[in-house]
């Protein structure tokens, strides 16, 4: 697939399946997508309305809970938690715990010894839910844990946070000694993360979270919270312009719409901020890995239907079935894999727009 049927295939979404606009876009604008001529092709087109947004069986658009505005500043937005958000789980002390340390060093402001819990091999079983955020089971030999309670390592210096262990300063037992931070691959991200230290300390302060951010397991409010550290580091890096930053976002935020609802809070706001990141990642293909497009494909899919909007949701399902299609018809090497991929995250979905109307259809594992 060419670079421009690749950008026209992304247009489409943006254009609700016209065709003619997405072909003025790239005449005028060339394959570079940017929301201001996005909206200056709009603009050329007043009657385009929705006309092309889902073909004749997507059925009539739901019209579902109003959407929640997302704050522009990711540390405006500090979460209410409800008391169930600050109880932390206690594991069968009769089972081994799926967790064990890993001692890791902070590469901004060189704080070492962090609290880190990795998890251990086959210990969990993982369950997903419409969102692709992960529900940990145990495998019976362990104590079940909720791994997103312990998967963020936060700087207690500085308040840098990831779930990757590699962000951090590793000691590396095979050659015996440290492993840089990845982070260091950008100086310009280590440099803007040390400069924004003051700002991470202000919205430590202001959640009131507490020293229970730095308490592994945690409860699902410090758990919340260390997602939200993760997000403001994630934010420099989309700055740098380090691939799959957007993506790591959206899913920062379906975790913290898991989260919330794990404990009975709302999960509107998060999602709709994880919708935003997902779909800014699939305009601008920021994806490390092709599988990934699709799966984000998919989640846009669930998302658009959580809130209401099944025609726009039919739409990813479309963009799905035309990659198909393009991709049977190509000789281009290597198109085996793209292929496979969005077969099976077509499949899902069509499974999925098929179940739409089952009383169970939002059900999250391990919640009711």
Not at 18 to 30: L, N, Q, R, T, V
Not at 330 to 337: F, L, Q, V
């Amino acid at each position: 697939m060419s670079d421009t049927q690749e950008i026209h295939r992304r247009l489409l979404v943006l254009f609700k399946n016209h065709s003619e606009m997405a072909d003025a876009y790239i005449a005028k604008f060339g394959t570079e997508i940017n929301m201001k001529n996005i909206q200056s092709i709009r603009a050329e087109f007043p009657d385009a309305g929705d006309a092309g947004s889902a073909e004749t069986d997507a059925g009539p658009e739901q019209t579902g809970e109003p959407e929640v505005e997302a704050p522009k500043n990711v540390m405006d937005i500090v979460f209410k938690f409800n008391d169930k958000a600050f109880e932390t789980p206690v594991g069968d002390p009769t089972r081994e715990s799926p967790l064990y340390p890993r001692v890791v060093d902070c590469p901004i402001c060189n704080k070492w010894g962090l609290n880190s819990q990795e998890l251990r091999a086959k210990s969990l079983s993982v369950l997903n839910d419409p969102f692709m955020a992960p529900v940990y089971k145990s495998t019976g030999q362990y104590q079940e844990i909720n791994y997103l309670l312990a998967s963020v390592t936060v700087c207690s210096g500085c308040f840098l946070a990831s779930p990757d262990r590699k962000d951090f300063v590793l000691y590396n037992r095979t050659t015996r000694e440290n492993q840089k931070s990845q982070l260091a691959q950008s100086p310009q991200v280590i440099r803007e993360i040390k400069e924004a230290t003051d700002q991470r300390k202000a919205f430590f302060e202001k959640t009131g979270i507490g020293d229970a951010l730095f308490q592994l397991p945690r409860s699902h409010a410090a758990a919340i919270v260390s997602y939200q550290f993760a997000d403001i580091r994630a934010e420099t890096e989309v700055g740098a312009k380090i691939q799959g930053a957007h993506f790591k976002r959206g899913n920062y935020w379906t975790r913290i719409g898991l989260l919330c609802r794990q404990v009975g809070m709302d999960d509107r706001l998060p999602l709709q901020i994880a919708m935003e990141h997902f779909k800014t990642a699939y305009y601008i293909s920021d994806f490390p890995k092709i599988d990934l497009e699709c799966q984000t494909l998919y989640i846009l899919f669930n998302l658009h239907l959580y809130f209401g909007k099944a025609k726009e949701a039919y739409d990813y399902l479309n963009v799905m079935d035309k990659t198909r299609q393009d991709l049977e018809k190509s000789d281009a090497p290597n198109t085996g894999e793209h292929l496979a991929s969005i077969k099976k995250w077509l499949g899902q979905g069509r499974l999925r727009w098929e179940d739409r109307e089952a009383p169970n259809f939002w059900k999250t594992p391990g919640i009711g």
